[in-house]
């Protein structure tokens, strides 16, 4: 069972809105990951850390999604001005080889 | 283009049935193949997975065949259960040299009819 925690798991913003979701790894697991699950399956990698260090991130040009993994702290994913668009479910996973292993996800509905 | 591809979309089978969901591929670089389980409300839940140096693994009911030279995999669980009525993905990744991002399919739903 994943050891992997998410909060919130629900979120309703308005357009506009900025929406913070946050992500405690399993402990001893190094690498985080944030994806993105939409209505129709589809799974979008968006970005990860290794001990606080983007290892990897998608082309984030509209710059509405930052995200960090600080020391001592949950990591977070936040959406600086929420469109319809980015309705979807969250999920945070972290892995300590290769396996990830995934949180319950944060469900973010954009009004 | 769907890098990782799964079929059937859906599937339907009988308590104590053998289901078989399959996957193929496109990038030759994969060597990392896990199978997810999700419930509706939660993450995917990891179930089984394979390495590209294996044609096969068990674990309990759950069964992964692999296939290098087709590039395809396939999941085969049998005596199935109402239990394990949940839609299940397979991705991909490469491990080495690499940031180790799955790429998913888009899901095969199981239903198990008792």
């Known amino acids: 069972n994943s050891k992997v925690i998410q909060t919130p798991r629900y979120l309703v913003k308005g357009q506009g809105q900025k929406a913070k979701m946050r992500c405690i790894p399993e402990?001893?697991?190094?690498?985080v990951f944030w994806y993105q699950q939409n209505k129709n399956n589809e799974f979008k990698f968006l970005i990860n850390f290794q001990n606080q260090e983007v290892l990897q991130q998608i082309d984030m040009t509209e710059k509405r999604f930052s995200a960090e993994c600080p020391s001592n702290s949950p990591c977070s994913l936040e959406i600086q001005s929420s469109e319809a668009g980015d309705s979807a479910l969250y999920l945070c996973?972290?892995?300590?080889?290769?396996?990830?292993?995934f949180g319950p996800g944060t469900r973010l509905t954009v009004l | 283009q769907q890098q990782v591809r799964q079929s059937p979309q859906s599937l339907t089978v009988w308590e104590g049935g053998t289901t078989v969901l399959t996957c193929s591929y496109e990038?030759?670089?994969?060597?990392?193949f896990p199978w997810y389980q999700q419930f509706p409300g939660e993450g995917p839940a990891l179930l089984i997975s394979?390495?590209?140096?294996?044609d096969k693994k068990e674990d309990g009911r759950f069964t992964t065949f692999f296939n290098k030279r087709e590039k395809k995999l396939s999941l085969h669980i049998i005596d199935s259960q109402p239990g394990d009525s949940a839609t299940y993905f397979c991705?991909?990744?490469?491990?080495?040299?690499?940031?180790?991002?799955?790429?998913f399919g888009l899901g095969t739903t199981l239903q198990v009819q008792p």
């Open positions: 990038d030759s670089t994969f060597n990392y």
């Open positions: 394979i390495l590209s140096v294996s």
């Open positions: 991705a991909a990744s490469s491990i080495t040299g690499n940031t180790g991002k799955l790429i």
């Open positions: 402990k001893g697991h190094p690498v």
């Open positions: 996973a972290s892995s300590g080889q290769y396996e990830q292993y």
